[in-house]
């Protein structure tokens, strides 16, 4: 789960971190009362799940209540990225020195946590990585030795932050790591970490990713408000144990592991059309299960058609049409469905498909029959980019 800058800074404040103080508000009104209640000046930040605030104009400096309800009334709706602000984040303002960034994350290949940090932080962070690899400063981590303050001290030195910012700043990392391992995140990065015009260190952006499979752990995650654009189709996909993620095409997909779900979305691709998501069912592919995930891509209304590419194994074809056959009778699905049932009892399964002889089921005997298909039902796809509602 990725958290929002307001959410991951109260994360942070749970391990010691010292955060800036603020308040949220869904309303200009609430965004004025909140600056009435810290102080001038403030910043009025918008909360999405989405870097490059700053550049889009979604912070903004307001020094008086007529200005916090101006940038409140542009920010609140603004669409950054495909993502349109409802939050924002009303925030003591922070008179900047410098613009560090500092963040923890787990390095795969290296089998070892990853402690990065720049003196060149701030709004530009990719283009430094990218410019000039060495302007960060990378220190691998051992879980089991876990950080001292010492190897923190020197880590910000070597990434040439500002002496005067050594010692707060070795400080807040040694606290962000313990966020990052006790909080179960993979990955928490401030951008940027500041040092003040008067000589303080402070966290002025978070970023947070929690790990879900930790989620057993962290009952008070349960309070953590989702804040991602998820729409109806995720929650009840996540609620059904389905994994669920939508793409910008008009072919829904269900396909029984994750190899056989993106291969599907890349032959749709090869074929012309655009898939609207990927859905894998896992291991099991029964009636209830079928009959979720059709339900599930039957709400999204961008799709035109339904792909169901099953490769029986441990599941039987035979089943799995069974599955469709009672799924279509407890759900009314809007598009027609091509399948495309291989392996363990795939014969059967045709006949009990083609017994139900419907119009609504397309048999394909290939995969890449079968995309052609779905392809040719759902048309062309649209060229219009962008999100979905
Ligand atoms: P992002 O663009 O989504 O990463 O949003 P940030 O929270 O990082 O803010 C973007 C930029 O706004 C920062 O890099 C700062 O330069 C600026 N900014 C944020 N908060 C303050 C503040 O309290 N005072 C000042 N002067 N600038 C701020
Ligand atoms: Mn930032």
Redesign the pocket.
């Known amino acids: 789960m990725d958290l929002v800058?307001y959410q991951g800074k109260q994360y942070f404040a749970r391990y010691g971190l010292p955060i800036?103080s603020g308040e949220v508000a869904n309303t200009v009104a609430e965004a004025e009362a909140a600056a009435e209640r810290i102080g001038y000046p403030v910043?009025v930040?918008a909360q999405v799940q989405?870097?490059?605030?700053?550049?889009?104009g979604?912070?903004k400096?307001a020094g008086s209540r007529a200005e916090v309800a101006e940038h409140a009334g542009n920010i609140l709706g603004m669409n950054i990225k495909g993502h349109v602000v409802r939050r924002l984040w009303i925030?003591?303002?922070?008179?900047?020195a410098r613009?560090y960034y500092a963040s923890y994350t787990l390095d795969r290949s290296a089998k070892l946590h990853l402690a990065m940090v720049s003196a060149r932080?701030?709004?530009d962070i990719e283009q430094v990585v990218e410019e000039d690899p060495d302007a960060i400063a990378r220190l691998h981590v051992n879980p089991l030795d876990g950080v001292t303050l010492e190897a923190m001290r020197e880590l910000v030195e070597r990434a040439g932050l500002d002496p005067q910012a050594w010692e707060g700043a070795a400080e807040i990392l040694v606290k962000l790591y313990d966020c990052y391992i006790k909080g179960d995140a993979d990955l928490v990065e401030i951008?940027?970490l500041?040092l003040t015009t008067d000589g303080q260190v402070r966290v002025?952006?978070a970023k947070v990713t929690l790990d879900d499979d930790a989620a057993f752990r962290h009952p008070e995650w349960a309070e953590i408000e989702n804040l991602g654009e998820s729409s109806e189709r995720e929650r009840l996909a996540k609620s059904k144990g389905l994994s669920y993620i939508p793409l910008e095409g008009s072919v829904g997909i269900i396909a029984n592991g994750a190899g056989l779900a993106m291969s599907t979305v890349d032959v749709v691709n090869q074929v012309g059309g655009a898939a609207a998501n990927f859905l894998d069912v896992g291991g099991g592919a029964d009636a209830d299960l079928m009959a979720n995930a059709l339900e599930v891509i039957n709400l999204d209304p961008s799709v035109r058609a339904i792909l169901v590419n099953i490769f029986g194994g441990i599941v039987r074809c035979d089943d799995v049409a069974r599955g469709i056959v009672s799924a279509l009778e407890q759900v009314d699905i809007a598009s027609q469905i091509v399948l495309r049932l291989d392996g363990t009892n795939a014969a059967q399964a045709h006949r009990i498909i083609d017994e139900r002889a419907s119009n609504k089921i397309i048999s394909e005997h290939t995969m890449l029959g079968a995309a052609r298909r779905a392809v040719e039902i759902a048309g062309a796809p649209s060229s219009q980019g962008g999100s979905k509602p």
Do not use: H, M
Not at 91 to 96: G, L, V
């Open positions: 800058e800036p910043v930040k989405v870097g490059g605030r700053g550049k889009a979604g912070v400096l925030e003591e303002a922070t008179d900047i613009e932080g701030g709004v951008n940027p500041v002025l952006d």
